[in-house]
């Protein structure tokens, strides 16, 4: 079966919104009809045929979306089960958004809000993200609440905010804020790591490799630790092809921190040890 | 250069013109019912089959200040999904509950509104809430500023001054500030909730020693007194609490007689009986409404759905923090001149409370036999969104489809509520007084609200239809001072409007203690506070039309 292809031109004047190629996918939309769905580019209205060009029909689930740029927000917004969406180029913000069930993967770097508010499915970025990434959208109460998150590359400031459920796994560095407001989930990386990470994090799990810079004095030191989960946790990371699988898959100790106290103090920082 | 409006059928209360067939022309702005000599038709509208009335005005929605800007940061995720795309003429904007500025004139406008009256503007906001009035573009504006929990209103009366030194600080504030009104929120209610205090009755002294009783007599006696048009405009005591409609009758007596408007009146007219102990109080309202014609009133209707509460009233939106939805919520003290609480809240029919809160505003509507006295709101966004007014006016005007509606609410509450035994329909005539001469009348706004000559040609023409609802969604013509602005429901010019103010005349004297209390107590100096009339030109960007005051 051959991929469906959407190509961007690049001739937009003003930020797209690209929720009309999650409806053509899930709505089986074909070529013909797809064109002609109608796209707001500034106070315009234009078909989408004079911006993308598309071959074939969306009666499969693979699409590649080829050219992209950062002018195109919530690629692969809502994505259901089954839907996958190949990216190539550079993404705007809100990529993957309320994913439900999808995968989207993207071969270039992404802008803030990546995979907010997600229930389900796969974010897979070949490059680096900016703030926000699985974090919550503007209003909403909780960040991604389902499904993974894989990143070969650095993310930036407030990485999981507001993180419910999930895994957020980053081959490089994380920015400042990681995991700020966690409710719950995971977040694991493999370089440095930013200020304050964990700033009111209720529960959830940070598993990093070094300390943080300044850690918050309302996380306490609990002292060093053989977690016997860790080896289930480390079978998960290692099962996705990427840089996760050079950790040893029978590690298991770890320093343990508890925080943030100043809101329950239930969440844990982990730093590996040995 | 003329405009001639032919066939349609006039709606005008105000000169007692009930669906009469009559040509309007609109020459420079104003609406004449001859052509005057030497004046060309330049466009015609054959507008049989169209209902014309004069454009409508809200005289109670919340559309400017910081807890309209609070409601929007905390609704992001309305604002969010009701994206409103820009076109050839309007800016973009969004949002459904609480739009944002631009969106709110473009909404009010293709509904045939062309004046909005923000009811809550803090003194010390005041400047703020003019920006983002003046940035809200289609309708005219103008704001009642606050007093009654501000500590220097409530040292004066300490220290038991002259009603002509209140009178002097009363039109000191209205000059200062730019507004057309005065509106007490909980009298000394929300200065008594920063002592820690959850109540207060209307009879009952506050930590300043003063009762509400004796704030609303005081200011609605200044009002009157330096012939301000509007009434003091008052968001009586105990919103929201079962048992309330006694403080509300309180209120009511507390202006001695003189003028006074209670706002949003729903929330203010609950009883204690029955298994749940809250119940409807609609008809003792409607009955003291009735029964003193110094009172007039604006409903605050409920709509089922989700929307959100913005109010000054902190003691009642923290007593009602706990059924945010979603949750979150803010409660704040500004400047000790009064406070602020927005809350998120979903109005659901299955609830009975809400349920009965709803039938409770339609009882108040079809129990107050004077039109000119009672108004339409929703209290925007409190109640409902100001653009479910057309559905609101359906449920007033087509009784099958109220009692159908009746019908599906809470059981217990439709025991609860003998609305669905109210057989009064209200006819388009009692709908333009309501939503267009009395608000006119009421404000002191004589060019506006009516199609008589002279009038500024604010006109809203709606293509007859069986139902009332999409008709008055979206009239066919609305017309702002002769400029044809909206066509078919959308907006094809976009215009700015003015805001109206009055300056009573006061002794400067006044200024003498204000300056010394500005320095002691206040952030910003007196000077810088005043907003003069070019600031509100040059700087803030709206054209001020200033109505004229009849001191008694």
């Known amino acids: ?43 315009k209205k234009i078909e989408v045929g004079e911006l993308f060009n598309i071959s074939g029909n969306f009666t499969n689930n693979t699409v590649q979306l080829e050219g992209c740029t950062p002018k195109l927000d919530y690629i692969g917004h809502a994505l259901p089960k089954g839907a996958q969406l190949i990216v190539t180029g550079d993404c705007g913000h809100y990529l993957g958004a309320q994913l439900a069930g999808g995968k989207v993967t993207i071969i270039g770097n992404t802008l803030d809000f990546a995979g907010c508010s997600m229930r389900e499915g796969m974010i897979e970025v070949k490059g680096n993200c900016a703030d926000y990434l699985g974090g919550a959208l503007p209003g909403h109460k909780k960040g991604i609440a389902g499904g993974t998150i894989l990143v070969h590359g650095n993310t930036g400031n407030f990485t999981g905010d507001l993180m419910r459920r999930g895994i957020i796994m980053v081959t490089g560095d994380i920015g400042d804020y990681c995991g700020s407001r966690m409710i719950a989930g995971t977040i694991t990386n493999l370089g440095k790591i930013g200020k304050q990470a964990g700033m009111g994090m ?34 998960q990371l290692r099962s996705h092809d990427s840089e996760f699988k050079s950790l040893h898959s029978m590690r298991r100790r770890v320093q343990k921190y508890m925080g943030d106290t100043s809101v329950g103090g239930l969440g844990e920082i982990l730093i590996w040890i040995g | 250069m003329a ?24 020459v420079d702005g104003k609406v004449t019912h001859e052509l005057p000599d030497n004046e060309k038709i330049t466009e015609t509208h054959d507008l049989s089959g169209c209902i014309v009335m004069a454009g409508a005005i809200d005289l109670h929605t919340h559309i400017g200040g910081g807890k309209v800007n609070i409601a929007r940061t905390m609704m992001l995720e309305d604002e969010h999904a009701h994206p409103h795309h820009g076109t050839h003429v309007c800016r973009s904007g969004n949002g459904h509950i609480v739009p944002s500025t631009f969106s709110t004139g473009y909404r009010y406008a293709e509904m045939g509104y062309t004046a909005c009256f923000e009811p809550a503007v803090l003194p010390v906001n005041a400047r703020q809430a003019h920006m983002e009035m003046a940035d809200t573009p289609m309708v005219d504006k103008g704001g009642y500023v606050l007093l009654g929990n501000d500590d220097f209103l409530l040292s004066m009366l300490q220290k038991n001054v002259s009603q002509s030194a209140i009178n002097d600080y009363v039109a000191w504030i209205l000059d200062a500030s730019q507004c057309i009104g005065i509106k007490v929120v909980n009298a000394g209610g929300v200065h008594a909730f920063k002592y820690n205090q959850r109540r207060l009755d209307v009879d009952e002294s506050g930590p ?45 007596a507390a202006a001695d007689g003189l003028p006074i408007h209670l706002t949003h009146i ?43 509460t913005t109010s000054g009233d902190t003691m009642m939106q923290y007593f009602g923090h706990e059924h945010a939805h979603p949750k979150k919520w803010t409660v704040m003290d500004i400047e000790c001149e009064m406070g602020c609480g927005v809350i998120p809240f979903k109005y659901r029919d299955k609830s009975f409370v809400n349920a009965l809160q709803w039938a409770i505003g339609l009882e108040i509507f079809l129990q107050v036999n004077d039109p000119w006295r009672v108004f339409l709101t929703t209290d925007h966004p409190n109640g409902a969104p100001f653009t479910s007014y057309p559905h609101l006016i359906k449920l007033l005007m087509n009784r099958s489809f109220r009692n159908d509606a009746f019908s599906i609410i809470h059981e217990d509450a439709q025991k609860m509520s003998n609305l669905a035994s109210m057989d009064r329909e209200y006819s388009l005539y009692e709908i333009a007084i309501m939503t267009r001469a009395a608000p006119a009348k009421i404000l002191g706004l004589t060019s506006q609200g009516h199609l008589g000559k002279g009038a500024s040609a604010n006109i809203t023409v709606y293509r007859k239809q069986d139902d009332v609802e999409q008709m008055f969604a979206k009239p ?14 959308e907006v094809i010019e976009v215009v700015t409007g003015v805001t109206h103010v009055v300056k009573p005349e006061y002794d400067m004297g006044v200024e003498k203690s204000l300056s010394k209390y500005f320095d002691d107590y206040q952030t910003i100096s007196l000077p810088n506070f005043k907003i003069s009339t070019d600031e509100m030109i040059e700087c803030i960007g709206s054209e001020v039309e200033v109505h004229p005051c009849t001191p008694k």
């Open chain 2, 3 to 26: 405009i001639k409006l032919t066939g349609g059928e006039i709606y005008d209360p105000a000169h007692q013109v009930d669906g009469k067939k009559q040509d309007l022309y609109i």
């Open chain 1, 1 to 43: 079966m051959t991929n469906t292809t959407v190509t961007f031109n690049g001739l937009a004047s003003a930020r797209i919104d690209m929720r009309w190629l999650s409806e053509a996918m899930t709505q089986s939309y074909t070529a013909d009809q797809t064109n002609k769905l109608t796209l707001p580019v500034g106070n």
């Open chain 2, 208 to 252: 300043a020693g003063i009762t509400p009783r004796e704030i609303i007599n005081k200011l609605s006696r200044a009002v009157h007194e330096l012939g301000v048009s509007h009434p003091l405009h008052v968001h009586a005591s105990n919103l929201g609490i079962p048992g309330n409609f006694k403080s509300t009758l309180a209120t009511m």
């Open chain 1, 202 to 235: 209720r529960r959830g799990t940070l598993l990093l490799p070094e300390l943080p810079e300044d850690m918050a004095s309302t996380f306490t030191n609990c002292g060093r630790h053989n977690l016997g989960y860790l080896t289930l946790l480390l079978h």
């Open chain 2, 476 to 489: 066919t013509l609305v017309f702002k001072n002769g400029t044809l602005i909206v066509r078919d429901g």
């Open chain 2, 266 to 308: 729903q929330f203010h007219s609950y009883g204690t009986e029955g298994d749940y102990k809250f119940s409807s109080a609609a008809c003792e309202i409607a009955e003291a409404i009735n029964a003193q014609p110094n009172v007039t009133a604006d409903v605050g209707q409920i709509m089922f759905g989700q929307t959100i």
